[in-house]
């Protein structure tokens, strides 16, 4: 059985709970400042958003120095506390500067988060990181809603997977969550509808698991290599500045 519908059938009440790495000292050495590039015309950096080949988005300078993944999880309480804390320093002091490149990945990790992150995704490129923003900022209303009806919930998860993820949308009030971010309900179902959404997230739950032994959320990859120990924006912070983006 595979993680993702291992975890679409288990229990709506571990929705949050999350894995997260222990904070430890950087061991990064400092080296010499990068140097800042300009952007293309008329934009910032932060504003250049793409899909990558390998399932997440990334803003910022494709050709940066210094290129962060970070895996998250929509249900990950300290997921949530890095975006609240990080987007908009990270945006302005390290990503426009085009020394720093920010991907996120969605690692998914229960019904809510499958179907919260499937609905981001099928929305224009340019929405994701403001959409992902805010979903962190409101997890506690999508915690709210999630809970309200769990028979309807539970009754969702018994459909079989090309029926499922639109009436787990409604027992989650996801749809109305999403509409009052400007999606229509019109958008929300056609993407639901396609089973091939929520297997795009499972096989990129598999490949970071496979590929970076991602066990917890958040985790950093920096250079391609596992950041260990940096699990908050401060730590974060720290090691880009000491890799030269300052």
Known sequence: ??????????????????????????????????????????????????????????????????????????????????????????????????????????????ALDATSAAIIRCAPAERYFPLMENVFASQNELFQGAQADPQAVEAALALPPEQRFRPLAAALKLDQFFQARGLTGDQINACLSDLGNIQKLEQGVNKATEQYRVAGTPTFVINGQVADGVSSWPLLRDRLRLMGAR
Not at 5 to 13: D, I, N, P, Q, V
Not at 63 to 89: G, L, M, Y
């Open 1 to 110: 059985m595979t993680m993702l519908r291992t975890a679409l059938l288990a229990s709506m009440g571990a929705l949050a709970l999350a894995a997260c790495g222990d904070s430890k000292t950087d061991p990064a050495k400092e080296q010499a400042a990068i140097a800042k590039v300009a952007p293309p015309e008329g934009k910032s950096w932060s504003e250049v958003v793409a899909a990558t080949p390998d399932g997440g988005y990334v803003m910022g300078n494709p050709e940066a120095s210094i290129r962060v993944i970070e895996f998250a999880s929509i249900t990950c309480p300290a997921c949530a506390q890095f975006s609240n804390d990080s987007h908009e320093e990270l945006k302005r002091e390290f990503v426009d500067s085009g020394r720093v490149s920010f991907e996120l990945r969605n690692f998914v990790r229960d």
